[in-house]
């Protein structure tokens, strides 16, 4: 046992803090955790949790009209109450935040409220101590960050955008990533008048092309009002709401402008520069394989990392880290490539591996699968929405290289095809693979004739 005070000390009690923590306690640290904000960090507080609420609740936009064609008809015209779905967003997540204090507690951690600043490579300041630790994982996450523009002020973030005080009846998002597009569907879906601001001429940059196309397709069908190729110039507030011009010159009138505009490392305060800690050129903790910065008793993963910024990652690197420092054998390196991912947007995106031009790139010949088909289901909804499926193959190895789908649920499904793609099966192992009937799902292992190579 060291003479430090904790064997290590985790700052930041969000996914990958957490789970660092609980796990290096179970192989025997002594372990302390600093949090200045909420427990379970973005993802429960301000992220992937509540967004997936609310992503249930604009769903219910479209079952409600889907129901007629299959026989039902609602005695009133449905109507959607802003502050039950807030409020039961806040219980919940007041639940969630409970139940991580008592999986630290239980795990023998030491919880500590407060910002710690670290004073130099073994010790930290929080809460008023001065405490000492072999080791010290930074895991602050990311915070978002807004462009600079005259009347920035009046927009909100993902911090903000959960918990607002009215319903905004227009809602306008700026942005082309996974945020920008998860809220444009959630708000057009629980009613708002909304628009999608993106500065490039399609937005989801870096997914594959005709998964961006045909998301476009599908949310402009849903009533999205997409913009490309600008940006926003200025935002006055006005008698009527919020008046946003843009770099085009149109104006709108909105009640709500959300900046869905990237991430930036939580470093603020930390202390962290004092100690000279190497940054990565998009000002992330540069970290090696063992998860060490420039001063090696200083650690750091998540977000703050600079990784790709998904909860999951974040947990498998927790696992990861405390491999390397507590464990007996290092763990073999964490494959990135083929991390499956989904974009709440409606439909949703699911994806594993790689694009079709990525694909190209990097093998030359390959063999692209795809369908595009109106489920079931909307045989009697009367909805006009399809699903995109595909399939990219590296045509020499047979291997299944990147699987993409925009449909319902896209993301259950995708989740287990990556098991497939992971571990690099072939074409003729998905078409081995006797479908489930009647799925769309089944549509990956039905698909026999290549549509283009
Ligand atoms: P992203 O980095 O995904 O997207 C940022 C968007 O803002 C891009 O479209 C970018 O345009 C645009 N942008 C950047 N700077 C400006 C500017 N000055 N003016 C106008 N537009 C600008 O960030 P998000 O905020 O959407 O999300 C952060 C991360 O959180 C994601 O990358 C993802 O890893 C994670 N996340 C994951 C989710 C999931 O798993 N479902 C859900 C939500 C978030 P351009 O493309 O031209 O650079």
Same mark, same amino acid.
């Given at each position: 046992?060291?003479?430090?005070?904790?064997?290590?000390?985790?700052?930041?009690?969000?996914?990958?803090?957490?789970?660092?923590?609980?796990?290096?306690?179970?192989?025997?640290?002594?372990?302390?955790?600093?949090?200045?904000?909420?427990?379970?960090?973005?993802?429960?507080?301000?992220?992937c949790?509540?967004?997936k609420?609310?992503s249930?609740?604009?769903?219910?936009?479209?079952?409600?009209?889907?129901?007629?064609?299959?026989?039902?008809?609602?005695?009133?015209?449905?109507?959607?109450?802003?502050?039950?779905?807030?409020?039961?967003?806040?219980?919940?997540?007041?639940?969630?935040?409970?139940?991580?204090?008592?999986?630290?507690?239980?795990?023998?951690?030491?919880?500590?409220?407060?910002?710690?600043?670290?004073?130099?490579?073994?010790?930290? +300041? &929080?809460?008023?101590?001065?405490?000492?630790? /072999?080791?010290? %994982? #930074?895991?602050? !996450? =990311?915070?978002?960050? @807004?462009?600079?523009?005259?009347?920035?002020?009046?927009?909100?973030?993902?911090? +903000? &955008?959960?918990?607002?005080?009215?319903?905004? /009846?227009?809602? %306008? #998002?700026?942005? !082309? =990533?996974?945020?920008? @597009?998860?809220?444009?569907?959630?708000?057009?879906?629980?009613?708002?008048?909304?628009?999608?601001?993106?500065?490039?001429?399609?937005?989801?940059?870096?997914?594959?092309?005709?998964?961006?196309?045909?998301?476009?397709?599908?949310?402009?069908?849903?009533?999205?009002?997409?913009?490309?190729?600008?940006?926003?110039?200025?935002?006055?507030?006005?008698?009527?709401?919020?008046?946003?011009?843009?770099?085009?010159?149109?104006?709108?009138?909105?009640?709500?402008?959300?900046?869905?505009?990237?991430?930036?490392?939580?470093?603020?305060?930390?202390?962290?520069?004092?100690?000279?800690?190497?940054?990565?050129?998009?000002?992330?903790?540069?970290?090696?394989?063992?998860?060490?910065?420039?001063?090696?008793?200083?650690?750091?993963?998540?977000?703050?990392?600079?990784?790709?910024?998904?909860?999951?990652?974040?947990?498998?690197?927790?696992?990861?880290?405390?491999?390397?420092?507590?464990?007996?054998?290092?763990?073999?390196?964490?494959?990135?490539?083929?991390?499956a991912t989904a974009v709440f947007c409606?439909p949703n995106i699911g994806t594993v591996?790689?694009?079709?031009?990525?694909?190209?790139?990097?093998?030359?010949?390959?063999?692209?699968?795809?369908?595009?088909?109106?489920?079931?289901?909307?045989?009697?909804?009367?909805?006009?929405?399809?699903?995109?499926?595909?399939?990219?193959?590296?045509?020499?190895?047979?291997?299944?290289?990147?699987?993409?789908m925009?449909g319902e649920e896209a993301g259950e499904v995708i989740q287990g095809i990556a098991?497939?793609?992971?571990?690099?099966?072939?074409?003729?192992?998905?078409?081995?693979?006797?479908?489930?009937?009647?799925?769309?799902?089944?549509?990956?292992?039905?698909?026999?004739?290549?549509?283009?190579?």
């Amino acid at each position: 046992m060291s003479d430090f005070d904790y064997d290590l000390f985790v700052i930041g009690a969000g996914s990958g803090g957490v789970r660092a923590a609980r796990t290096a306690a179970a192989a025997g640290a002594r372990v302390a955790v600093a949090e200045d904000r909420y427990l379970g960090g973005t993802c429960v507080n301000v992220g992937c949790v509540p967004k997936k609420l609310y992503s249930y609740a604009a769903h219910f936009h479209d079952a409600f009209d889907d129901s007629a064609g299959f026989g039902w008809t609602l005695a009133e015209a449905p109507r959607f109450e802003w502050t039950t779905l807030r409020d039961n967003k806040v219980s919940e997540i007041k639940r969630l935040n409970g139940i991580y204090a008592n999986l630290l507690d239980n795990a023998g951690v030491r919880l500590i409220h407060g910002r710690a600043r670290v004073q130099d490579a073994h010790h930290v +300041e &929080v809460a008023g101590e001065r405490l000492s630790a /072999e080791k010290i %994982l #930074v895991a602050v !996450g =990311g915070w978002p960050w @807004v462009p600079d523009f005259p009347g920035n002020e009046h927009v909100v973030t993902s911090n +903000e &955008v959960f918990d607002l005080e009215h319903f905004p /009846e227009r809602f %306008l #998002v700026l942005g !082309g =990533g996974y945020i920008a @597009v998860e809220f444009a569907s959630i708000f057009n879906g629980l009613g708002s008048d909304t628009h999608l601001i993106y500065r490039g001429e399609l937005f989801l940059r870096g997914f594959d092309q005709e998964v961006r196309e045909f998301t476009r397709d599908e949310m402009d069908k849903k009533g999205v009002q997409v913009h490309f190729g600008t940006n926003i110039e200025r935002i006055d507030r006005g008698e009527n709401g919020l008046a946003v011009t843009l770099t085009s010159g149109e104006r709108l009138e909105v009640d709500a402008v959300l900046a869905a505009t990237g991430r930036r490392p939580n470093l603020a305060d930390l202390g962290l520069d004092t100690l000279g800690v190497a940054l990565n050129s998009d000002s992330s903790l540069a970290v090696n394989a063992r998860f060490e910065t420039s001063v090696p008793s200083i650690l750091a993963l998540g977000d703050v990392s600079g990784g790709p910024e998904l909860t999951p990652v974040a947990l498998a690197e927790a696992m990861q880290l405390v491999q390397h420092h507590f464990g007996d054998t290092p763990p073999p390196p964490l494959d990135y490539e083929r991390i499956a991912t989904a974009v709440f947007c409606h439909p949703n995106i699911g994806t594993v591996g790689l694009s079709e031009d990525a694909a190209r790139e990097r093998y030359g010949a390959i063999r692209v699968y795809r369908t595009d088909f109106r489920p079931l289901k909307h045989t009697l909804s009367g909805s006009q929405e399809r699903c995109l499926m595909k399939l990219i193959v590296d045509d020499a190895s047979d291997v299944v290289v990147g699987a993409h789908m925009v449909g319902e649920e896209a993301g259950e499904v995708i989740q287990g095809i990556a098991i497939a793609v992971r571990a690099g099966l072939t074409k003729a192992d998905f078409d081995a693979t006797v479908g489930i009937h009647p799925t769309g799902a089944e549509e990956f292992v039905t698909l026999r004739t290549p549509s283009r190579h």
